[in-house]
């Protein structure tokens, strides 16, 4: 089944603890993207990847880190997370074929920092 | 630079009634529209997409967009509305030759019985 898998679906960490997220898909896409869902603020992009070795920041990069080693993974990484932090996050791919291939998406990652 | 404009965060309908949910884009290109739903505990999924040419874009569960140049909208409607289309939609949007994905703040839809 083509899917994006995003680990964990909840957690709660401290100040300062790092931490990451991960994301694998299955569809063999090249473009992929980290997006933070916020109560009146919709899906705000972090970074995303055009390929492998290639990224690029988003409207919302600062406190992110992210990498692409390999074509199916895209981790997200918090090296301090803050309370700001504390959001929904959603990772997602596509196909670079066409400008109008729809984005896939993970089933989100509720991320609670105290 | 583009930007999507959803207007009304929550919109409430009957059951059996009409839902429309507005969106209105900005590019300086011509864009690329899509309507994704999110309904609780999950992830975006696609409702439905604009191709070039066309006025009506049809999608999953009955739901339709009608792409209108001029007013630089892409509103989303359903005749008739369904208990289980309670959820929050969203539109985004892709410049051409550009990969960024942009999306509106969303509206959520509830269904009243």
């Known amino acids: 089944e083509a899917q994006v898998t995003q680990n964990p679906r909840y957690l709660i960490t401290v100040t300062g603890k790092k931490l990451t997220v991960t994301c694998s898909q299955n569809?063999?896409?090249?473009?992929m993207s980290w997006y933070r869902q916020d109560p009146g603020l919709g899906l705000r992009q972090i970074y995303y990847?055009?390929?492998?070795?290639?990224?690029d920041k988003g409207d919302v990069p600062e406190g992110y880190k992210v990498s692409r080693k390999e074509k199916r993974n895209f981790p997200l990484i918090l090296e301090s997370p803050s309370p700001n932090q504390t959001s929904l996050y959603f990772c997602?791919?596509?196909?670079?074929?066409?400008?109008?291939?729809?984005?896939?998406f993970g089933n989100g990652t509720r991320l609670t920092v105290t | 630079a583009q930007s999507v404009t959803q207007l009304g965060s929550h919109v409430s309908v009957s059951e059996g009634a009409l839902v429309l949910l507005r969106c209105n884009y900005s590019?300086?290109?011509?864009?690329?529209l899509f309507w994704y739903v999110q309904y609780p505990n999950q992830g975006l999924q696609l409702l439905l997409k604009?191709?070039?040419?066309?006025?009506l874009v049809k999608g999953i569960n009955g739901f339709e967009a009608e792409f209108k140049k001029s007013e630089t909208s892409f509103h989303l409607t359903k005749p008739s509305a369904h208990m289980s289309d309670a959820a929050e939609y969203f539109c985004?949007?892709?410049?051409?030759?550009?990969?960024?994905?942009?999306f509106g703040t969303g509206t959520k839809l509830q269904v009243i019985p």
């Open positions: 590019s300086s290109v011509p864009p690329y």
């Open positions: 604009y191709t070039t040419g066309a006025t």
């Open positions: 990847s055009m390929n492998v070795e290639v990224t």
């Open positions: 569809m063999n896409h090249e473009y």
């Open positions: 997602a791919s596509r196909s670079r074929g066409s400008y109008n291939s729809p984005l896939h």
């Open positions: 985004a949007v892709t410049e051409g030759g550009y990969q960024k994905v942009t």
